[in-house]
């Protein structure tokens, strides 16, 4: 990331920061709940340990993987070597989201989870480890194979399916192959187009309860502007924008269509 791009994205974070709402501007029963019993929810939970134990010993692993790139980091699928220590470091989900993502699954008794983007595998096992099955689509297959030898580590096998390959391919394969997502997590290929193009693809797929989680949203003007279309979709009726991910819903019981800015 550029200077000038670290500057911009701290600009929109102050301006995140003195926009967002907590619970006293939330009307909406189904926002605050979960805001209070979730979002706001920083109790130690047993299950992190494992999680965090593992990213503190890859974080000292000297181990080099040959990447192929296939996000938004490259355009030409190159391939070139990284650091699992560095990874671990700019790619993974920090605890405090794994953490969410473990409680959402946990208060939305998620059975299903589709993942796009398992990187080492940290918000894969979060997930897991809150008692979902996740299916999870990884397009360098080194970085799948270190992903599926963390999550054998973490005991977690059973409840991850893996997939190789570029989203582009895989997901309407994964999507015709697996039961109806509780939840759905895009975390790859940071484009306006393949953004919204992922979320037209779930949509048909996804049951009215369904969650559909959405990171870096303010990344870039590209993934504002593919934020931007996803909320102003007409089946979205609800979205809560949390700056680092975006929070969808799609329930027609929520008879008015609202966005909350919250602070998390
Ligand atoms: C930000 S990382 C995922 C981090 C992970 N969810 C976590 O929190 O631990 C994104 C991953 O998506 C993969 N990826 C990006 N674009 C892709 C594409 N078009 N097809 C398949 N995989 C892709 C990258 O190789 C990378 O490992």
Redesign the pocket.
Known sequence: MSLQHQAALAKKYIRYYFKSGNRHDVHSPFVYTLLDEVLNDRAFRPAYTPVEDLRKRLLSSDEVLQ???????SLTGATNTRKVRD?VRH???PPK??QLFYRLIQYFQAHQVL??????????AYMASAGATVHT????PN?AAAAGKNIASLGLSGAVQQYI????D?LPRVLNGMPAPDVV?I????REE?TVRYFLECLPHVKATSCLIF??IHWTDGMERAWETIKAHPSVTLTIDLFFIGLVFVNPDFKVKQDFVLKF
């Open positions: 990447i192929t790139d296939l996000g938004a980091g990874i790619a993974a989900k989201f794994g993942e796009l983007g398992t990187s080492m595998g940290f918000s894969t689509i990884e397009g360098c970085i390959g570029n989203f582009d895989e997590y975390d790859g290929n940071h393949p990171d870096d």
